[in-house]
């Protein structure tokens, strides 16, 4: 089944999104898993400051994104997945697994920005 790769600035509601689309698809009858920074206990403040820790968080989500992907399961990535190469990178593992990818950008005016948080 398709990987989700969720995308966006920190804060602009990824998580909820993917949340609403893993219970649409589960409500019709869909397996779906959801990788994030919360379900691999990474501390979001710890990784995005150091850079070096910020590549192991994404070789962490990438290794669960592998062994969750299947023809039997929906896999939303919900992560910063800002980074080109990485997004590339998952569209690899995608197509290693002959399941189809697609990136979700979620997007939010500045003004907005202010008024959720």
Request: aromatic letters at 6%; a positive charge.
């Amino acid at each position: 089944m398709p990987l989700v790769i969720m995308c966006g600035y920190p804060a602009c509601g990824k998580s909820r999104r993917s949340l609403q689309l893993k219970e649409h698809l589960e409500r019709n009858g869909l397996s779906v898993a959801v990788v994030s920074d919360e379900t691999e206990r990474l501390d979001r403040n710890a990784v995005y400051s150091d850079s070096g820790q910020e590549k192991n968080a994404r070789g962490t989500l990438k290794s669960r994104v592998q062994r969750l992907i299947s023809k039997d399961t929906i896999v939303i990535l919900d992560s910063l997945n800002y980074i080109k190469g990485f997004r590339y990178e998952l569209f690899c593992v995608a197509k290693n697994q002959r399941t189809p990818s697609c990136v979700v950008t979620q997007l939010l005016a500045a003004s907005m920005l202010s008024a959720a948080c």
